[in-house]
Structures are given as C-alpha cells and as structure tokens.
C-alpha cells in the first residue's frame, strides 16, 4: 500500500503538530488508554526549563552496565543505529525538542540513545517513490529528571526534509516497540490544552492513539519493518 504525499503530509502533522502548540493552562488527565510497563535500562545528559509530569516518582531502574553504542544492519534495522557523541548537535538538539514539546524545569539524564535512519511508514516504492522518504533521522531516547522524578520516559524524535518533531512517547519501564506502550497525539485545535497521562512524562496536547499500530484515521504503523528492530533490546 502506498501513501500519497498529501497523506504523507497530514500525518506528519499528526506526530508533530501537538509539539507546537502553546502552553495553556494544566487539565485533569484523560482519554487514557492502557500502557504496560516491564523493564528498564543504562546514562549520560542535557539542558532546563518549565513544568510538571504525570509519572509514579519513584527512583528509575539504570543497569549497572553502560548501553551499547551501536547496532548492526540487518533486515530490521537496515542501515543500523549509533548512539551520537554527547554534547553534539545529533545528540542534544533531538533533546531540545523533547523539552519544547512537553516542558519540564530540570535537567534531562539520558539513559539511553539510538540514532538510526530509514524509510517513511509504509515505505514508498516503485515509480512513486520519493528518495527524501527513503531517509527519515530518528531518534529513540531514555531519559529522566532527577530533580522531578516524575518526569521519566522513552521518546522517537523524527526528523525529515519537511519537518521535525516528537512522534511518539512510551512509559519508562516498557521495552522494545511494541502495543500499546507507544502514545502518539494528533493535532486538535480544540484540544491545544497540554494535559497529563497516568505513566507519560510532562504533558501533552491533541488526541492520542497507539504509535504502533496507527492512527489518525488510517491502519498504518509509526514505523516501518525496516526500523522497528533499531529498538531491540531498549
């Protein structure tokens, strides 16, 4: 099945038009749907600014051992993944834009990060194939606040010729990528209030679905095949 880029374009907007909505005022939390907590994870750092969370602030489980820095190709992960150098742009701006989207006061202790790069979901192909959707950055990241533990969760940042955003958020102590860890949130005008879920991190605005299995109106997955393995083993 292909996607035109017209629908290609509206689901981008889907993923990351919610984190570029105003602050307003908080709301009681609500549309939740089940999330499924398990495990946990590895550490490193990032920047500061404003507000609450909607997470059991207990103390995050961090393995003994550090993450690895790199994965290799294979059928599901097609060009690999890479954990960028800290301190450089491919390792704080995607952080950046996490804070943007669901702001918190502290500073960020990351976990874990996966860079890797693959096509859009579902891929493009044949005559109809555009090359910029071949190549879509992103990000998988494990982090937390310290000082708000509260505030603990996993993130996919993605970033593409004609936009860049969060496109996803999973509690904490989940694993992999897998239903219905993963939360996505679809624009809403009227729904721009930023609101907290019971085990999501900060507070988000629009009208959630499932990440990985799709939403907004169209059965298609957040990912493609081709880069749901660049999460194993998180």
Same mark, same amino acid.
């Given at each position: 099945?292909?996607?035109?880029?017209?629908?290609?374009?509206?689901?981008?907007?889907?993923?990351?038009?919610?984190?570029?909505?105003?602050?307003?005022?908080?709301?009681?939390?609500?549309?939740?749907?089940?999330?499924?907590? !398990?495990?946990?994870?590895?550490?490193?750092?990032?920047?500061?600014?404003?507000?609450?969370?909607?997470?059991?602030?207990?103390?995050?489980?961090?393995?003994?051992?550090?993450?690895?820095?790199?994965?290799?190709?294979?059928? !599901?992960?097609?060009?690999?993944?890479?954990?960028?150098?800290?301190?450089?742009?491919?390792?704080?701006?995607?952080?950046?834009?996490?804070?943007?989207?669901?702001?918190?006061?502290?500073?960020?202790?990351?976990?874990?990060?996966?860079?890797?790069?693959?096509?859009?979901?579902?891929?493009?192909?044949?005559?109809?194939?555009?090359?910029?959707?071949?190549?879509?950055?992103?990000?998988?990241?494990?982090?937390?606040?310290?000082?708000?533990?509260?505030?603990?969760?996993?993130?996919?940042?993605?970033? &593409?010729?004609?936009? &860049?955003?969060?496109?996803?958020?999973?509690?904490?102590?989940?694993?992999?990528?897998?239903?219905?860890?993963?939360?996505?949130?679809?624009?809403?005008?009227?729904?721009?209030?930023?609101?907290?879920?019971?085990?999501?991190?900060?507070?988000?605005?629009?009208? &959630?679905?499932?990440?990985?299995?799709?939403?907004?109106?169209?059965?298609?997955?957040?990912?493609?095949?081709?880069?749901?393995?660049?999460?194993?083993? !998180?």
């Amino acid at each position: 099945m292909r996607r035109s880029l017209p629908v290609i374009a509206a689901l981008v907007a889907v993923s990351f038009l919610a984190a570029c909505t105003d602050d307003a005022p908080q709301a009681e939390p609500s549309d939740a749907f089940p999330n499924s907590p !398990t495990a946990a994870t590895p550490t490193f750092s990032g920047g500061g600014t404003p507000s609450p969370a909607a997470v059991s602030p207990t103390p995050p489980a961090i393995p003994d051992d550090p993450p690895k820095t790199k994965g290799p190709a294979n059928a !599901t992960c097609v060009q690999g993944w890479v954990t960028p150098p800290a301190g450089t742009p491919m390792f704080t701006d995607p952080l950046g834009l996490i804070r943007r989207t669901a702001p918190v006061a502290g500073d960020f202790e990351v976990v874990d990060m996966r860079m890797f790069v693959g096509p859009e979901s579902p891929p493009s192909v044949g005559d109809d194939a555009k090359g910029y959707l071949q190549d879509i950055r992103r990000w998988y990241i494990k982090l937390f606040v310290p000082s708000d533990l509260r505030y603990q969760g996993r993130f996919i940042v993605e970033q &593409r010729v004609f936009g &860049r955003g969060v496109a996803a958020v999973a509690p904490y102590d989940t694993e992999g990528f897998s239903s219905p860890d993963w939360s996505a949130f679809q624009y809403d005008s009227a729904k721009r209030l930023r609101k907290p879920y019971p085990g999501l991190p900060g507070r988000w605005s629009g009208i &959630r679905y499932d990440f990985v299995r799709g939403g907004a109106g169209l059965s298609i997955p957040g990912l493609p095949d081709e880069v749901t393995g660049c999460l194993d083993g !998180t």
